[in-house]
């Protein structure tokens, strides 16, 4: 079946350092998602890409998606303790609305 | 009030022991589905449903089943529970539509002794 793999596991940074997450599929997806996990709380839906090579921003979180579609990025500008949490990116199977969820990156922030 | 609700929000059950976990939405979604929370595992689906009549197993639901009694409602089951079934459990819902974003309930903490 389809696998969903993230790095790093952990990442522990300096408030204002930045951050990345980087999130690679065995199969060619659809389309990507993030979510955030913040520390006792449920995943929250941050953002999709769909075509290939996508870039999308947030203020100052940017997201990319891959040209082959099968893997994916998001990158945290100037962290703040905000950002803490779990990042999750997720992917379905072409004509698959089930997701699957990668291992996710636990950022902390160390002020 | 919240979209996605979870009941119980925590418990501590005994090994062998059945246990129910309730999910309700009033988002109005047809898609629902339940995950598994483990540290350093991300979240796996155990099963889900695209509308009352339609049920189908994720990637780990032997030891689980479930039931959608109503569009807004899907429960998951835990027949004889044991303790490695001890998790975070989610519920989720989606409304099918081009964005296919999940939204998530608060979770429910299983404790198997």
């Known amino acids: 079946g389809q696998q969903v793999m993230q790095i790093p596991q952990y990442q522990h940074v300096q408030e204002g350092e930045d951050f990345t997450t980087y999130c690679n599929s065995s199969?060619?997806?659809?389309?990507i998602q993030w979510y955030k996990q913040r520390p006792g709380g449920h995943p929250v839906f941050l953002i999709q890409?769909?075509?290939?090579?996508e870039v999308k921003k947030q203020k100052r979180l940017t997201f990319q998606f891959g040209e082959a579609k099968k893997n994916s990025s998001l990158h945290i500008t100037a962290t703040q303790t905000t950002d803490v949490g779990t990042y999750f990116c997720?992917?379905?199977?072409?004509?698959?609305?089930?997701?699957?969820f990668g291992t996710g990156t636990r950022l902390t922030i160390i002020p | 009030d919240a979209d996605v609700t979870q009941t119980p929000r925590n418990r501590i059950t005994k090994t062998g022991k059945r246990i129910m976990l309730e999910c309700s939405q009033t988002?109005?979604?047809?898609?629902m589905y339940w995950y598994r929370q483990d540290p350093g595992l991300g979240l796996r689906l155990i099963y889900y449903?695209?509308?009352?009549?339609?049920?189908n197993k994720g990637e780990i639901s032997d030891g689980y089943s479930v039931s959608r009694q109503a569009q807004a409602k899907f429960s998951l089951s835990l027949e004889s529970a044991i303790p490695n079934q001890t998790a975070l459990y989610f519920c989720?819902?989606?409304?099918?539509?081009?964005?296919?974003?999940?939204?998530f309930g608060p979770g429910t903490r299983l404790t198997v002794t």
């Open positions: 989720a819902t989606s409304d099918g539509t081009a964005t296919y974003e999940q939204y």
């Open positions: 199969t060619t997806l659809s389309n």
């Open positions: 890409l769909v075509k290939s090579g």
């Open positions: 997720a992917g379905p199977d072409f004509g698959n609305e089930k997701l699957t």
């Open positions: 988002k109005g979604h047809d898609r």
């Open positions: 449903s695209f509308d009352v009549k339609d049920i």
